[in-house]
């Protein structure tokens, strides 16, 4: 049996937003062997997790859509929060991580594709609209374009009292690529809240936006 079928790890009783050892090992060997696409060297922390999932509704049936999921950290402790009749679609360009997450989250509907294919995996699973959008991919570290087609994608998927949230490294934020993530997070959304996670090395900028402006207002 092992660590992931045994009871203490299974889906259903892990603590959300914990990462066990094997996960941790499956991402560092992904992040060695796909550095600029994973672009962390551990997963997101159990604090910043819940943190981050708090934009998750508790009623209703959102559709929560998360952009890299990795290892799950994120995912965990999105499930805590989603209602029964919610949804939750991952979508994750690593085939290995792929292949985990199904194993070990089944309530999300894992994708591997790009997340620049937003659009079409959205129309291929009929999902209109989507309430929540939380983002880990490297968004520094991406070309222009890349950075400049996802963003708008998402902006164009939510519904108008959706909420988008990324998490970026601190440092990341002065580079010309993370400068250039901000201002269009700033200029897309009329609300964009930071908040800095110290106790993580290296420190963590996780931003909340709501409200998605359209062309006109921009
Ligand atoms: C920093 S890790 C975050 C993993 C996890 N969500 C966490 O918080 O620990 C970034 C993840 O995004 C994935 N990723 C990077 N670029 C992507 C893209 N264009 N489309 C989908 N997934 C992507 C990577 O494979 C990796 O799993």
Do not use: K
Request: proline share 8%; aromatic share 4%.
């Amino acid at each position: 049996m092992t660590a992931q079928h045994h009871g203490r790890h299974s889906p259903t009783h892990r603590t959300p937003g914990r990462t066990t050892l094997a996960e941790y090992r499956r991402f560092l060997r992904t992040a060695l062997r796909s550095p600029a696409t994973v672009g962390a060297a551990t997963p997101t922390s159990q604090a910043v997790s819940r943190t981050v999932a708090q934009v998750v509704p508790r009623t209703g049936s959102p559709v929560v859509v998360e952009l890299g999921p990795g290892t799950g950290s994120l995912s965990g402790a999105i499930h805590h929060r989603l209602p029964e009749s919610g949804r939750h679609v991952g979508i994750e360009l690593d085939e290995g991580l792929v292949r985990h997450l199904r194993a070990n989250y089944p309530r999300m509907e894992t994708i591997h594709a790009d997340a620049r294919d937003l659009r079409g995996v959205l129309d291929r699973l009929g999902v209109g609209a989507v309430d929540v959008i939380v983002t880990s991919i490297p968004w520094a570290l991406l070309p222009e374009d890349a950075q400049e087609d996802i963003l708008r994608q998402c902006h164009e998927a939510l519904t108008p009292a959706g909420v988008f949230t990324a998490l970026t490294y601190l440092p990341m934020q002065h580079t010309p690529t993370g400068r250039r993530f901000g201002t269009r997070l700033h200029s897309g959304f009329d609300e964009v809240l930071i908040h800095a996670t110290w106790r993580n090395l290296p420190p963590i900028l996780h931003y909340t936006c709501r409200r998605p402006l359209q062309a006109t207002e921009q």
